[in-house]
């Protein structure tokens, strides 16, 4: 049985909304498909990677000839001035785009990654799944939060280890009451922001 829980009840899950300005979201998108570097190694959906880079089939991660742009670089500084990833321990990010009925499987980030994730929403909505775990086993306790364009959510403490967080490979979700529908022309960026573990 499925209980929904609100995103204050999931220790170190922040969200905030507007983080960035529409000018800057605009500015982000043009950058990243303007650079060339959309990759379809994964089947599931366009990525991009930049610092290092986490190969999806071996699970590792190794240095990326591409360091982190000033483009991306300019809001690990904006987060670092609300306390997150101090003394530049931001070192890998990830940039994926949904489109369509794509999402990405219910997963806590690889342990190659540090204790700080955080994603940036560019574009259309979607609702994004937590999912409690408690000894391997899911709990049925959900939080469903809907990912506003340019706000961002940070998982930390059981946010990043506990739940498990998912985007629902669908056109059309309905969770807590709250439904959200693609359209046609759906497309929502994100940019992920973590540390790796050395
Ligand atoms: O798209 C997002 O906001 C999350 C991406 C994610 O969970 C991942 O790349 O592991």
């Not at 170190?12 to 979201?25: A, C, H, K, P, Y």
């Not at 990010?93 to 955080?118: L, M, R, S």
């Not at 929403?121 to 799944?129: F, Y």
């Amino acid at each position: 049985m499925t209980t929904y829980v609100e995103p204050t009840k999931v220790d170190g899950l922040t969200i905030i909304e507007d983080f960035i300005s529409e000018n800057e979201e605009k500015e982000l998108l043009n950058y990243l498909d303007s650079n060339n570097s959309w990759k379809e190694e994964i089947t599931a959906r366009r990525t991009q990677q930049f610092g290092y880079t986490y190969d999806y089939a071996t699970l590792k991660i190794s240095r990326s000839e591409t360091e982190i742009p000033n483009e991306i670089q300019y809001f690990v500084s904006k987060m670092q001035e609300l306390g997150f990833y101090e003394n530049n321990s931001c070192e890998q990010i990830i940039v994926n785009e949904y489109t369509n009925d794509q999402g990405i499987g219910k997963h806590t980030d690889a342990p190659c990654f540090g204790d700080t994730v955080a994603s940036l929403s560019l574009s259309d909505p979607t609702i994004m799944l937590f999912h409690e775990y408690e000894r391997k086993k899911a709990t049925g306790r959900v939080c469903a939060v809907t990912l506003k364009p340019r706000s961002l959510i940070v998982l930390q403490r059981d946010a990043r280890y506990i739940w498990a967080h998912e985007i629902p490979k669908k056109q059309e979700v309905e969770a807590n009451g709250v439904t959200c529908i693609r359209s046609p022309d759906f497309r929502r960026v994100s940019v992920t922001f973590r540390k790796v573990v050395h």
